[in-house]
């Protein structure tokens, strides 16, 4: 049986990690040894942990206690705690590099090595397997900050995997743009997405939930789910435009779903504003289908994202959508056809604007409602999961090369 080392960052609640645990279920365990090396152990906080298929074996690189400390010290801000941050960091970096190596020594011979986030640059020279794959989650340009020193230098990076996998086709086009020669490595394979899940859990019985949660639940509200970081994720646009909204008389309030680092300077952003009965932070949410499906609208606010499955998550509920036209994903999602608005990004008051327009004209959002069952079928997870086992399989293939 051939050997799949699969490798990522955590198991906390994430996007990424969400697709991971769908693609370690498209995976035939009958046909392939699959071993998933996680390289931080958040204890508790490694919610996906329980999702992962029985017969998958996981290994955690970085020990709690040190990932713990790391998270501990980045909270605080005095100089000492700086000091002693930047050596537990240099420390981690050991750790990873000296653990991860031993880990894969003693797991014989592997065919074929998934970098699913990117994160084994520092050890790529020591990996040996008969192919590697890396997926790219987001937009190059925009992470690399447009600095084209770190784009080079990344590109270098690219040149030692076998195959790159985009997650949609304006990225996969925005890849060949910065690296024509690494044209040929380049492929595009969406999400994989269980939209049969997805709908069984915004059915969830909300009789079970907390009586402050039913009582937020069954309030008229909008709804975010992101990452609660103040980078990438664009939340002062968002929390500007509901002010804007709210000044223009709508009722509903905005609740986000996500935990980060972010979240003190957003909870700032919230008090600054006197929207701290309007706007509620819910924290991690084990199920957010749920939620989404209770709200009247779905808002996303991003600089820039791999590709947004949080819109597609939200369209299989049948929800409306606004979103940053923002690279990369959106407006792949949500045009041709329009099944949600797009405003530019950074705009709290174009956001605002399309809010209204979806809020009340009833027969744009039959429109719409019309148009989402047609983008439905364009995201079907059999052609997904047939494009990702044609990759492994030919991965698989001794001697043939990837063109």
Same mark, same amino acid.
């Given at each position: 049986?051939?050997?799949?080392?699969?490798?990522?960052?955590?198991?906390?609640?994430?996007?990424? &990690?969400?697709?991971?645990?769908?693609?370690?279920?498209?995976?035939?365990?009958?046909?392939?040894?699959?071993?998933?090396?996680?390289?931080?152990?958040?204890?508790?906080?490694?919610?996906?942990?329980?999702?992962?298929?029985?017969?998958?074996?996981?290994?955690?690189?970085?020990?709690?206690?040190?990932?713990?400390?790391?998270?501990?010290?980045?909270?605080?801000?005095?100089?000492?705690?700086?000091?002693?941050?930047?050596?537990?960091?240099?420390?981690?970096?050991?750790?990873?590099?000296?653990?991860?190596?031993?880990?894969?020594?003693?797991?014989?011979?592997?065919?074929?090595?998934?970098?699913?986030?990117?994160?084994?640059?520092?050890?790529?020279?020591?990996?040996?397997?008969?192919?590697?794959?890396?997926?790219?989650?987001?937009?190059?340009?925009?992470?690399?900050?447009?600095?084209?020193?770190?784009?080079?230098?990344?590109?270098?990076?690219?040149?030692?995997?076998?195959?790159?996998?985009?997650?949609?086709?304006?990225?996969?086009?925005?890849?060949?743009?910065?690296?024509?020669?690494?044209?040929?490595?380049?492929?595009?394979?969406?999400?994989?997405?269980?939209?049969?899940?997805?709908?069984?859990?915004?059915?969830?019985?909300?009789?079970?939930?907390?009586?402050?949660?039913?009582?937020?639940?069954?309030?008229?509200?909008?709804?975010?789910?992101?990452?609660?970081?103040?980078? &990438?994720?664009?939340?002062?646009?968002?929390?500007?435009?509901?002010?804007?909204?709210?000044?223009?008389?709508?009722?509903?309030?905005?609740?986000?779903?996500?935990?980060?680092?972010?979240?003190?300077?957003?909870?700032?952003?919230?008090?600054?504003?006197?929207?701290?009965?309007?706007?509620?932070?819910?924290?991690?949410?084990?199920?957010?289908?749920?939620?989404?499906?209770?709200?009247?609208?779905?808002?996303?606010?991003?600089?820039?994202?791999?590709?947004?499955?949080?819109?597609?998550?939200?369209?299989?509920?049948?929800?409306?959508?606004?979103?940053?036209?923002?690279?990369?994903?959106?407006?792949?999602?949500?045009?041709?056809?329009?099944?949600?608005?797009?405003?530019?990004?950074?705009?709290?008051? &174009?956001?605002?604007?399309?809010?209204?327009?979806?809020?009340?004209?009833?027969?744009?959002?039959?429109?719409?409602?019309?148009?989402?069952?047609?983008?439905?079928?364009?995201?079907?997870?059999?052609?997904?999961?047939?494009?990702?086992?044609?990759?492994?399989?030919?991965?698989?293939?001794?001697?043939?090369?990837?063109?």
């Amino acid at each position: 049986m051939k050997t799949i080392m699969i490798s990522s960052g955590d198991l906390t609640m994430g996007g990424l &990690q969400k697709i991971l645990v769908e693609y370690l279920k498209l995976i035939d365990k009958n046909k392939y040894r699959i071993v998933l090396l996680i390289a931080n152990d958040y204890g508790k906080k490694n919610l996906f942990l329980e999702e992962i298929p029985k017969n998958v074996e996981i290994q955690f690189v970085r020990p709690y206690n040190l990932v713990s400390k790391i998270a501990e010290l980045s909270k605080k801000r005095k100089i000492l705690n700086r000091v002693l941050l930047k050596g537990y960091r240099h420390k981690s970096k050991r750790v990873f590099k000296s653990i991860f190596l031993e880990k894969l020594s003693k797991l014989g011979k592997i065919d074929l090595i998934i970098d699913f986030d990117g994160g084994l640059k520092s050890v790529l020279d020591n990996l040996k397997a008969e192919k590697k794959i890396i997926w790219i989650h987001s937009s190059i340009r925009k992470h690399k900050q447009d600095n084209k020193s770190k784009i080079s230098r990344y590109g270098e990076e690219l040149k030692k995997y076998d195959k790159i996998i985009a997650i949609c086709k304006e990225m996969k086009e925005e890849i060949k743009e910065l690296y024509p020669s690494l044209s040929h490595k380049i492929e595009y394979i969406y999400n994989p997405l269980d939209c049969n899940n997805i709908i069984e859990q915004g059915n969830e019985n909300i009789e079970k939930m907390t009586s402050y949660e039913k009582e937020l639940i069954e309030s008229d509200y909008f709804l975010a789910i992101s990452r609660l970081d103040a980078v &990438q994720k664009d939340f002062e646009t968002l929390i500007e435009g509901y002010l804007i909204l709210k000044n223009k008389g709508i009722k509903e309030r905005l609740y986000i779903i996500g935990e980060g680092n972010g979240r003190v300077k957003i909870e700032k952003m919230i008090e600054e504003k006197n929207l701290g009965q309007d706007v509620i932070l819910l924290g991690e949410k084990k199920n957010p289908y749920v939620w989404m499906k209770y709200s009247k609208l779905f808002i996303h606010s991003s600089k820039y994202e791999g590709f947004g499955v949080v819109l597609l998550e939200a369209l299989m509920l049948d929800k409306f959508v606004i979103s940053s036209n923002c690279p990369t994903g959106p407006t792949e999602i949500l045009t041709n056809p329009k099944v949600g608005e797009l405003f530019n990004v950074g705009d709290a008051n &174009q956001l605002a604007e399309k809010v209204l327009k979806i809020l009340y004209d009833k027969d744009y959002q039959k429109e719409l409602l019309k148009n989402i069952q047609l983008k439905k079928k364009e995201f079907e997870l059999s052609e997904i999961t047939e494009k990702f086992h044609k990759t492994i399989e030919k991965s698989m293939q001794w001697g043939v090369k990837w063109n």
